[in-house]
């Protein structure tokens, strides 16, 4: 399972913005940071050609596009996302095994046809903006933790990488899961910075300490006077 080496490659960088401008801009700011997210608001406004020129930059790539269709929908766009050469992509867990494991397996066999790696496939299991009483408002059981230990399992199950879930909830995935099982953190959150509108939050610190493989940090960085002086203060709170 790929993990990170040194605390500068545990740290994921949110490029939270509105075009390929402010994006590369981003990107070049912080020749540190490797792995780079690109959301549902970035793809849709730049599409496949900002994913080309990120890698071009010599970065790599997380999709974050949570993907949630029927079986065979997902995994052809598990498919396309091999294509594009992403490091990483997320699936929300709650799309169920069959749509995971689909998913799993072409992307697996895509790879393997094109002698590439396989981008780590993450289950999502609760978005960090929810809380117990927002999933109650949705008919789901209003326990966030229940539901998440349950979405992680079941993202194992199906053949998934790992999963993305909030630090409260590192642990007791952590001991379902067990060792050979990544997991990504959103939500985090510096002790010098404002939390915004996410509501389950950790330092950097506090949740490698309880086992998270990697710390998405998006406006702490991205939108600091010096995107690169707060990028590095992050990397000194880490354990080396």
């Not at 496949?48 to 970065?59: D, F, S, T, Y």
Request: a neutral charge; one cysteine or more.
């Amino acid at each position: 399972m790929t993990r990170p080496s040194h605390p500068a490659a545990r740290i994921i960088i949110a490029l939270d913005v509105e075009n390929r401008d402010q994006a590369l801009a981003l990107v070049r700011e912080l020749p540190a940071a490797q792995v780079f997210k690109v959301g549902l608001e970035l793809f849709t406004a730049e599409g496949p050609q900002l994913l080309r020129e990120i890698k071009a930059l010599g970065k790599d790539v997380f999709l974050d596009l949570k993907l949630h269709d029927i079986p065979n929908t997902v995994a052809e766009a598990a498919r396309i996302g091999v294509r594009h050469g992403a490091y990483m992509m997320t699936i929300h867990a709650s799309g169920g095994e069959e749509m995971m494991a689909k998913a799993a397996e072409v992307a697996r066999t895509e790879a393997d046809k094109r002698g590439v790696a396989k981008p780590l496939l993450l289950g999502v299991t609760i978005l960090t903006s929810l809380k117990n009483e927002s999933l109650a408002s949705i008919g789901m059981v209003a326990d966030t933790g229940a539901q998440v230990l349950r979405l992680a399992a079941l993202a194992r199950k199906a053949g998934l990488d790992g999963a993305v879930c909030s630090a409260q909830e590192i642990e007791i995935v952590r001991r379902e899961t067990g060792p050979g099982f990544l997991i990504v953190t959103p939500g985090i959150r510096p002790a010098w910075a404002a939390a915004q509108d996410q509501k389950r939050i950790m330092t950097p610190a506090e949740a490698v300490a309880k086992g998270s493989d990697y710390l998405v940090v998006g406006r702490p960085v991205t939108q600091a006077a010096s995107p690169r002086e707060a990028f590095q203060k992050i990397v000194d709170e880490l354990p080396a």
